[in-house]
T-cell receptor, first 115, second 113 residues
Framework: KAGVTQTPRYLIKTRGQQVTLSCSPI?????VSWYQQTPGQGLQFLFE???????NKGNFPGRFSGRQFSNSRSEMNVSTLELGDSALYLC??????????????FGPGTRLTVL | SQQGEEDPQALSIQEGENATMNCSYK?????LQWYRQNSGRGLVHLIL?????REKHSGRLRVTLDTSKKSSSLLITASRAADTASYFC?????????????FGTGTRLTVIP
């Protein structure tokens, strides 16, 4: 099976712009989660989508949003970019089965640089 | 914050030696997972241990979990240069089944050939 794919891999934007990142989960996986990784804050959970609905949300401002399509593919959008949004954005997918054994598989990430 | 702490922050060993890294967390968990990350890339899932398990093995990896101490350890035996990476523990605590992992701060492992 193909792994989780994310596009684009690298992105450079300027402050005030908006950006959309895309994630294609492993075939058959219904849950897609997004994480932000920065040197200062480490890995932080952004949100999770399951069956096209946001099921859980981390502590990020409303500028960060996402959606999931019927084929489980997900997009994440960041509006009014700030310098502090520069980060590696990771997407993870899972079967969303048992809460005790469900494993999240991560994509390679999108490196976003805000100038 | 519910984020875990890992110890040590950095570890440097010779090839062939064992590497042990520790993780502590703050709340009751459903499971604890270990991931590896090569420089700036995605996370690779290594092993998952459920809250009712105490030890688990996978190849050269051995994970222990002590829920009374809220801690876990990852042992990599007979290390190789290719094991050089950052290692993160992640806990799953949500009782509803929603997927949000809380990650530790990571241990940077360097294996010297």
């Amino acid at each position: 099976k193909a792994g989780v794919t994310q596009t684009p891999r690298y992105l450079i934007k300027t402050r005030g712009q908006q950006v959309t990142l895309s994630c294609s989960p492993i075939s058959g996986h219904r849950s897609v989660s997004w994480y932000q990784q920065t040197p200062g804050q480490g890995l932080q959970f952004l949100f999770e989508y399951f069956s096209e609905t946001q099921r859980n949300k981390g502590n990020f401002p409303g500028r960060f949003s996402g959606r999931q399509f019927s084929n489980s593919r997900s997009e994440m959008n960041v509006s009014t970019l700030e310098l502090g949004d520069s980060a590696l954005y990771l997407c993870a997918s899972s079967l969303a089965g048992s809460k005790f054994t469900d494993t999240q598989y991560f994509g390679p990430g999108t490196r976003l640089t805000v100038l | 914050s519910q984020q875990g702490e890992e110890d040590p922050q950095a570890l440097s060993i010779q090839e062939g030696e064992n590497a042990t890294m520790n993780c502590s967390y703050k709340t009751s968990i459903n499971n604890l997972q270990w991931y590896r990350q090569n420089s700036g890339r995605g996370l690779v899932h290594l092993i998952l241990i459920r809250s009712n398990e105490r030890e688990k093995h996978s190849g050269r990896l051995r994970v222990t979990l002590d829920t009374s101490k809220k801690s876990s350890s990852l042992l990599i035996t007979a290390s190789r240069a290719a094991d050089t990476a950052s290692y993160f523990c992640a806990t799953k605590i949500d009782q509803t089944g929603a997927n949000n992992l809380f990650f530790g701060t990571g241990t940077r492992l360097t294996v010297i050939p």
